[in-house]
């Protein structure tokens, strides 16, 4: 059997408990989304807008749906659950040595098919994703915040 991975300790990094709707730190988490995409929007306001997804319901659902289950199942379930159990317990705050190393990670290999300055951008979240798949000890919170902020955003700016 394998040894539980270890979780965060303290205020921020307590074990929750129960769904992650009913943890007021997700909450939290759901809220910066729209105001992350009002900051984008005031710096630069897209062309078209959301109208462009009842054109392409396929293609939205991949982004908003798919593609960042897949992402949480590969990153936050595999790499990030693998070096749970393998990586010494060091933290810095909140973060655990295997969410910062998940989510370099993460970083990295989008820039495979992002600006690196985009790819700079999903570390922050990358490593709100980690915090909640450590305190929630699993996969749900993580595909919900991914979902949520990949739908807003792409609702608001179209793919290229």
Wanted: charged fraction near 10%.
């Amino acid at each position: 059997m394998a040894p539980k991975p270890r979780t965060p300790s303290g205020l921020l990094g307590a074990d929750t408990a129960g769904p992650p709707w009913r943890d007021p730190l997700f909450a939290a988490a759901l809220a910066a989304g729209p105001l992350a995409w009002a900051v984008l929007w005031g710096v630069h306001a897209p062309a078209g807008g959301p109208a462009w997804v009842l054109a392409h319901p396929g293609t939205f659902l991949l982004l908003a749906l798919l593609y960042p289950a897949a992402e949480e199942i590969a990153f936050r379930g595999l790499v990030q659950g693998w070096l749970l159990q393998r990586l010494p317990a060091v933290r810095w705050g909140p973060v655990s040595g295997a969410n910062l190393a998940t989510s370099l990670l993460f970083s990295g290999l989008h820039l495979l098919t992002h600006s690196p300055l985009w790819a700079g951008a999903v570390f922050l979240p990358s490593l709100v994703f980690g915090f909640f798949r450590e305190r929630h000890h699993g996969l749900p919170a993580p595909v919900i915040l991914h979902g949520f902020y990949n739908s807003g955003y792409f609702a608001l700016f179209p793919p290229a």
